[in-house]
């Protein structure tokens, strides 16, 4: 059974980091990709990156390109989300998902999801 679980949201100033946390178990890192996507009200969950088996590539979208960065841990199966620079339009419950082997920028092409966790930007 396929469970993710993520951690780290919170509250901070923008300017401000944190790391969220997507602790995976039932599948392996070295043949699943990982993606975060986040959702804010009252707007569609959007990808936000991602990263494929074996850590073999990473994407981002754009408005988080040079602030964002994805890593995996595959002795602790667990995929990290370094947020760097946060602003107020990061605010949204950032979820982790994965997939079989390559990343994909669609919430539909993901079969596990955690539940999410809040992240808000105060300005």
């Known amino acids: 059974q396929v469970q993710l679980v993520e951690s780290g949201g919170g509250l901070v100033q923008a300017g401000g980091s944190l790391r969220l946390s997507c602790e995976v178990s039932?599948?392996?890192?070295?043949?699943?990709?990982v993606a975060w996507f986040r959702q804010a009200p009252g707007k569609e969950r959007e990808f936000v990156a991602g990263?494929?088996?074996?850590?073999?590539?990473?994407v981002y979208t754009n408005s988080v390109k040079g602030r964002f960065t994805i890593s995996g841990d595959d002795g602790k199966n667990t995929v990290y989300l370094q947020m760097n620079s946060l602003k107020p339009e990061d605010t949204a419950v950032y979820y982790c998902?994965?997939?079989?082997?390559?990343?994909?920028?669609?919430?539909?092409?993901?079969?596990?999801w955690g539940q999410g966790t809040q992240v808000t930007v105060s300005s």
């Open positions: 998902a994965s997939r079989l082997w390559s990343i994909s920028s669609r919430p539909g092409d993901f079969g596990s």
């Open positions: 039932g599948l392996t890192l070295g043949s699943y990709a």
């Open positions: 990263i494929n088996a074996s850590g073999a590539g990473t």
